[in-house]
C-alpha cells in the first residue's frame, strides 16, 4: 500500500476534493431534475465561493495548529525561574499598610 497515508495527514485536502465534486454533482442533479441551466450555474458558483472559502479557513486553521505545535515543542525561554527585583517572593512586608493600633 504505497498511497495509504494516515487519515489526519492531509484532511483540509480531502475535504476540499469532497467539495469541489460536490460543485460538480449537484448542478448536474439539478439539471437532471428539470432545474434552469441559469439556476443550476447560480448554484455551482455559489458552491464554488464556499468551497473557496472553507478552503482559506482550513488552510489558516492548518498553519495556526502547526505553529501552535511547534512552539509546544520549543523551549521554554519564560521568566520562571529568574530572581531579582520585582519577582514575587513570599514572606512579610514590613511598613506601608499595616494597621495601626
Sequence with gaps: MSGHRPPSEDSATDVVRWAVFSCALVPVVLLWYGSSLAGAAGTALGLAAVTAVCRVLLRQSERGA???????????????????????????HTGGNSPVA
Excluded: K, S
Excluded at 520549543?74 to 530572581?83: C, D, I, L, N
Design 66 to 92: 502547526a505553529r501552535l505545535l511547534a512552539e509546544e515543542r520549543a523551549p521554554h525561554r519564560g521568566r520562571r525561574h529568574r530572581t531579582g527585583t520585582g519577582t514575587h517572593r513570599g514572606g512579610r
